[in-house]
């Protein structure tokens, strides 16, 4: 099938692009750089989601949507937008125009990039499934928590077969490699140094959500107005150090005990459709790629 991608060149477009390739499917990327990447087999073309003209010429003729672009200010997804009216404009109306567009070009599927931060605040007592209570708190959460519900609403009256993947933390080795999650304590702990280890979190690896994006468009099973939780595990900060500490003979000092998930989150749906995790093996491949680079 041909595949707009729009987000095309960033972290986690660049790997749903890939994934993509691998299945053999043709892809149609949406870059806002002048330049395009030199990628075989890609269809670059240049546009923004607050431009309606460029939406239509990535969606036309093309089979499905994968949406992971996102206008932001600054480098964390989480920063609060100086201009939160544009912002909302552009990131969540343009997420809406892309999706309809996708409906009136007889696009078959559309796969939403959604976030964990939608769960910012959990409710005490209620499984952290796809089910549970939608509770941002932030700007970009509100948005990825807004989109879910468009994308819910089209694919449960019919109009197309939409769904939300919602990935917690992404991790994986990011160009530079400098940008990447975890590039500073890996180095600090691969270098021997005494580094404070006391963190953690849920995470999923970049490969497996561009994997998991695939699987929604290719799996029999109906995805119309679904939303599918993508976590693999929670890592401590102590265990990753200390599976660097193995693989380099590092003598580095850990501060902090490892810290411990206080709630798990459900991805059974989507591996009901037959997705897998990369679980520590992921782990051990960025470890390895770091520790090649220092």
């Known amino acids: 099938m041909l595949v707009a991608v729009t987000g095309a060149t960033g ?8 994934n993509l390739l691998e299945n053999g499917h043709s892809v149609r990327g949406w870059t806002r750089k002048s330049v395009p990447p030199d990628s075989e087999g890609v269809d670059w073309t240049h546009g923004e989601l607050d431009d309606r003209a460029s939406i239509e010429q990535l969606v036309a003729g093309c089979d499905a949507v994968v949406h992971t672009a996102l206008a932001r200010e600054g480098a964390g997804f989480m920063q609060e937008p100086e201009q939160p009216l544009d912002y909302i404009q552009t990131n969540l109306m343009g997420s809406i125009a892309l999706l309809e567009t996708a409906c009136a070009q007889s696009v078959d599927r559309f796969v939403f990039v959604s976030s964990g931060a939608v ?4 409710v005490d007592g209620i499984p952290l ?11 970009y959460g509100a948005c990825k928590a807004s989109m879910e519900t468009v994308v819910h609403a089209y694919g449960s009256a019919g109009r197309i077969q939409a769904a ?14 400098e940008n990447s999650k975890w590039y500073g304590l890996i180095r600090a702990v691969a270098r021997g140094e005494t580094v404070k280890a006391d963190g953690g979190g849920k995470v999923v690896h970049v490969k497996d959500v561009a994997a998991a994006a695939t699987t929604l468009l290719e799996t029999e099973v109906s995805i119309a107005g679904e939303t599918y939780n993508c976590c693999d ?6 265990e ?3 599976r660097v500490m193995e693989r380099t003979n590092s003598k580095a000092t850990l501060v902090g005990g490892p810290k411990t998930s206080g709630r798990d989150m459900s991805s059974a749906k989507l591996q009901a459709l037959g997705f897998r995790f990369g679980g520590l093996s992921r782990l051990d491949e960025t470890i390895q790629q770091f520790v090649q680079e220092l």
């Open 240 to 242: 990753i150090a200390t």
């Open 164 to 177: 939300s993947l919602r990935p917690v933390s992404i991790y994986g080795a990011d160009t530079p490699l």
């Open 119 to 122: 769960h910012q605040h959990v």
């Open 11 to 18: 972290f986690l477009g660049r790997h749903v692009v890939s």
């Open 233 to 238: 595990r929670f890592f401590s900060e102590h």
């Open 129 to 139: 499934d796809e089910q549970h209570p939608l509770r941002p708190g932030s700007l």
